[in-house]
């Protein structure tokens, strides 16, 4: 057993004193309920208030809102970038796609859900073994491959187009139900930042070789959450897909959606539960624009975002201002720390 650093016996003592309180609501934490339900409540309020292009949008922020903050969930404490958030999704598109003429649409939407978990499980038993940039690309692969298996798929079966999903849903009524999926995603966050799986996480995150000899089940934990993020990525897109009406490959694996993902929840900040929404709301609205007035520049636009909030703002938008006010521990951010395990683990293998 390797002796573990002041810092790192320093991050043991204040996680396990974490955990030994998560049972107890401190004042703060109440308040930081109570904030959330009311902010809850009034965002409910949207389609009484437009149900235009006011609401597609509230849709739009609501439906990344869930996707930015279950990526975080996995991604924030393991500083495991996942860019496969496209893959979970558009298995939950093409369950409810491909089932709609047989099965009812919330039956479906658990479909997903089961689906989406087991895929996570199997995917995370055979990769989350690996780490740094390999697993980066691991995920970015997988969604493609999905894609193109898709795609053989429906050729094999006589279709070279999409699916189309008919069903009964105004905007109103998912947008309702992507606010309160988004809230179960923040409660469930909650409860992991307070469980002995948030602080094996957290144990994980700051150095994953004394995680391991602390006794922590390292590939069990990474798991768990990593299956928890994608089945709420499926339920997203299972619920989204009659919006779409018409779903194909193209679309529902679209590496455009893994992307925008990160970058939100980049742009927020992932050290906070609710920094990914932070980077969500802006972000959205300012790809509205872009579309709509450069749209053949929007991958190059996507990228150079990309690129400024990794290195300008690599801790988010929360962490810069929790910085300012002198309550954040800087680091090098999610992407840097990546980089840097990388090189550590190449400099250990290579001695």
Not at 14 to 22: C, E, K, L, V
Not at 64 to 92: C, E, H, K, Q, R
Not at 198 to 218: K, Q, W, Y
Not at 277 to 292: D, H, Q, R, S, Y
Request: glycine share 10%; aromatic share 12%.
């Amino acid at each position: 057993m390797t002796d573990k650093s002041p810092r790192t016996r320093g991050f043991l003592q204040r996680s396990m004193q974490a955990m030994r309180d998560g049972l107890v609501l401190s004042a703060s934490d109440k308040r930081h309920l109570v904030l959330g339900t009311i902010g809850f409540a009034l965002a409910a309020l949207l389609p009484f208030v437009s149900d235009g292009y006011a609401l597609s949008v509230g849709i739009s922020v609501a439906m990344y809102a869930v996707l930015a903050t279950s990526w975080m969930l996995f991604s924030g404490p393991t500083n495991y970038i996942s860019l496969g958030t496209a893959a979970f999704f558009g298995i939950g598109m093409y369950v409810v796609a491909g089932g709609i003429d047989l099965l009812p649409f919330s039956a479906l939407v658990v479909i997903a859900a089961l689906v989406g978990g087991v895929f996570a499980a199997i995917v995370g038993l055979a990769t989350l073994r690996i780490a740094g940039v390999y697993f980066v690309i691991f995920t970015l692969g997988m969604a493609e491959l999905i894609r193109q298996i898709t795609v053989w798929g429906q050729a094999k079966m006589g279709s070279q187009a999409g699916l189309y999903v008919l069903v009964g849903m105004d905007d109103s009524t998912l947008y309702w139900l992507l606010i309160a999926l988004a809230a179960i995603v923040f409660l469930v966050g909650w409860w992991i930042g307070r469980s002995r799986l948030g602080f094996a996480l957290r144990i994980i995150g700051n150095d994953e070789v004394v995680a391991v000899h602390s006794g922590i089940n390292t590939a069990r934990a990474k798991v768990v959450l990593f299956v928890i993020s994608s089945v709420f990525a499926s339920i997203t897109g299972a619920l989204v897909a009659p919006r779409y009406s018409y779903v194909e490959p193209t679309l529902a694996f679209s590496p455009f959606i893994s992307f925008q993902v990160v970058i939100m929840a980049l742009l927020g900040g992932v050290h906070r539960l609710w920094g990914p929404l932070v980077g969500v709301i802006p972000f959205t609205l300012m790809w509205e624009v872009i579309n709509a007035s450069y749209p053949r520049l929007s991958t190059l636009l996507l990228g150079v975002c990309f690129l400024l909030i990794v290195y300008f703002i690599p801790h988010g938008v929360v962490g810069l201002i929790e910085s300012l006010r002198g309550g954040y521990r800087k680091r090098g951010g999610p992407l840097r720390d990546l980089l840097q395990n990388t090189l550590r683990s190449r400099k250990s293998n290579n001695a």
